[in-house]
C-alpha cells in the first residue's frame, strides 16, 4: 500500500466520500481476484458457507499452466513470450514461461518486464529481476500483492488505469462515448481482459462473474448500485 499511496487515498467523485471511493476501489479490486484466482464454486455447502464472490486468491497460478492441474503446464500454450518491439525492450529468456500468476494473474514478458523496473527501483536493469525469476510473482508475498497493485494502479497506453476509472479520474473523451466507454466498471474489465470479454454483444460468463462479484462486494460495502457495469 505504501508504494501506492493514491491507492485509497484519492477521489474525484462528487457523490462519495473518501472513505467510499476506497471502498469502491477495495470492490472493483476484490471482484476482478475473484474472477482471475476464483474457485468458482457456485455451491456454497461444498466451499463451508463460502459465497461464490468470495473465493477470490483460491489459485495462486494460471490453472492451466500449474503443474500437477493441466497437460500444458511447460508447453507452449503457457509460453507468453512476445517479440518485435516489446520483446526487445523487455526480452524473454527462454528458460522461463511468463503464464498468469498472482492476484491479476500477470502475464507476458512486457507486463513482468514492466512491473519489475517498479519493484527493483534500486537496480538500473531492474527489468530482468523478474524477467529471470518470474516465479517470484507467485511464491514472495510482497511481490504478489505488489504486482497487483500494479497492475491496477497503473495506465498502459491507450488504456488508463483501473484506479482512475474507479476513482473518477477518468474523463473519456467523445470518442470514448460514441463507443460506449464510460468511467464505469464495465470499462475496468475492458482494460483487464477486454479483447477476450467485451465488445461481443452479448455478456461474456467472465464478464458476468465480474459483476455479480461486483455488485456483491459493493452491497458488502453498503454502496448504492451502478450503472455501466456491461462491457459486451
Not at 48 to 62: A, K, M, S
Request: proline fraction near 4%; glycine fraction near 10%.
Amino acid at each position: 500500500m505504501g508504494k501506492f499511496e493514491a491507492f485509497c487515498g484519492e477521489s474525484n467523485l462528487d457523490d462519495y466520500s473518501l472513505d467510499e471511493t476506497c471502498a469502491r476501489e477495495l470492490a472493483a479490486l476484490f471482484a476482478h481476484f475473484g474472477q482471475e484466482t476464483g474457485l468458482h464454486d457456485e455451491d456454497p455447502s461444498e466451499t463451508g458457507g463460502v459465497e461464490e464472490w468470495r473465493q477470490g486468491l483460491y489459485w495462486v497460478t494460471e490453472i492451466r499452466c500449474t503443474e500437477g492441474l493441466s497437460n500444458q503446464a511447460g508447453t507452449s500454450a503457457c509460453d507468453y513470450k512476445q517479440s518485435g518491439f516489446s520483446g526487445n525492450i523487455y526480452p524473454a529468456q527462454d528458460d522461463v514461461q511468463y503464464y498468469g500468476r498472482g492476484p491479476f494473474q500477470l502475464s507476458w514478458n512486457y507486463n513482468y518486464g514492466a512491473f519489475s523496473k517498479v519493484l527493483v527501483e534500486s537496480s538500473y536493469n531492474g527489468k530482468m529481476f523478474l524477467l529471470e525469476n518470474p516465479d517470484r510473482v507467485h511464491t514472495d508475498a510482497y511481490t504478489v500483492f505488489t504486482s497487483a497493485l500494479w497492475f491496477y494502479m497503473s495506465p498502459q497506453s491507450p488504456k488508463p488505469s483501473i484506479h482512475d476509472v474507479i476513482t473518477g479520474y477518468m474523463v473519456p473523451t467523445d470518442a470514448d462515448i460514441s463507443a460506449g466507454v464510460t468511467a464505469s466498471f464495465g470499462t475496468t474489465i475492458n482494460i483487464i481482459n477486454g479483447g477476450h470479454e467485451c465488445g461481443k454483444g452479448s455478456e461474456t460468463p467472465q464478464a458476468v462473474n465480474r459483476i455479480e462479484y461486483y455488485q456483491a462486494f459493493l452491497d458488502w460495502f453498503d454502496l448504492p448500485d451502478e450503472e455501466g457495469m456491461s462491457c459486451k
